[in-house]
């Protein structure tokens, strides 16, 4: 089966740093999504790894190790408008998304 | 350009009742997905199509959801006599193509409401 984890809450301050967890097993893999979603909107496309290691794109970063079937996020230099859930997807063979249930983070001033 | 877009955007439906949800995706993409989010909960991946390949019908939950996809560019997901518990926010994706590197860009939903 397929099983991806991931923390179901988290809260921050404003200006601080987070780092939002996701473990996987899934039968295949070809690569990992994080998106954002923000209450009563659709995902939007936040990072992509397929290679173990770190994508850094502005004040996002994540991380990637394949052999430990673990990534994270990192959010840094937190702001109000970060508060939204963050869902960790992987590919898998024949290209379909598995997500896991999502990470509602609450900035708070 | 235009996004994907969905309609309707919302749906109230009696139990029983057969309903149809439309998906228009990003020109030039070719792989289409389809996701129900019940509320609180992940995407629960229903049915892919890419190109003219046979779709992947992996996830759809019950024989009651069918999709097609017509010409390689609208999506119409429809669930025959509908239960209470079909009732969540029905997500569309469309992607560039297979290549594991390619996005999946989300049209704003549909809210199904099975009364």
């Known amino acids: 089966g397929q099983n991806i984890d991931q923390p179901t809450e988290m809260t921050a301050t404003e200006g601080a740093i987070v780092q939002i967890n996701c473990t996987y097993q899934t039968s295949g893999f070809n690569g990992l999504f994080w998106y954002q979603q923000h209450a009563g909107e659709a995902p939007t496309f936040l990072s992509y790894?397929?290679?173990?290691g770190l994508e850094e794109k502005g004040r996002f970063s994540s991380f990637l190790s394949r052999s430990k079937g673990y990534s994270y996020l990192l959010l840094k230099e937190l702001q109000m408008k970060d508060s939204a859930s963050y869902l960790c997807?992987?590919?898998?063979?024949?290209?379909?998304?598995?997500f896991g249930q999502g990470t509602e983070l609450s900035v708070k001033p | 350009g235009a996004g994907v877009s969905q309609s309707p955007s919302n749906k109230v439906t009696e139990k029983g009742k057969d309903v149809e949800l439309r998906c228009d995706p990003i020109s030039g993409h070719t792989a289409l997905y389809w996701y129900r989010q019940s509320l609180g909960q992940g995407l629960e991946f229903l049915i892919y199509f890419q190109g003219n390949s046979a779709p992947d019908k992996s996830g759809l939950p019950s024989d009651r959801f069918s999709a097609e996809r017509t010409g390689g560019s609208v999506s119409t997901l429809t669930i025959q006599r509908t239960q209470q518990e079909d009732s969540a926010v029905y997500l569309c994706?469309?992607?560039?193509?297979?290549?594991?590197?390619?996005?999946?860009?989300f049209g704003p939903g549909t809210r199904l409401t099975v009364t």
């Open positions: 997807a992987v590919r898998i063979q024949g290209g379909k998304l598995i």
């Open positions: 994706a469309s992607s560039l193509g297979r290549a594991s590197s390619y996005e999946q860009y």
């Open positions: 790894n397929v290679l173990d």
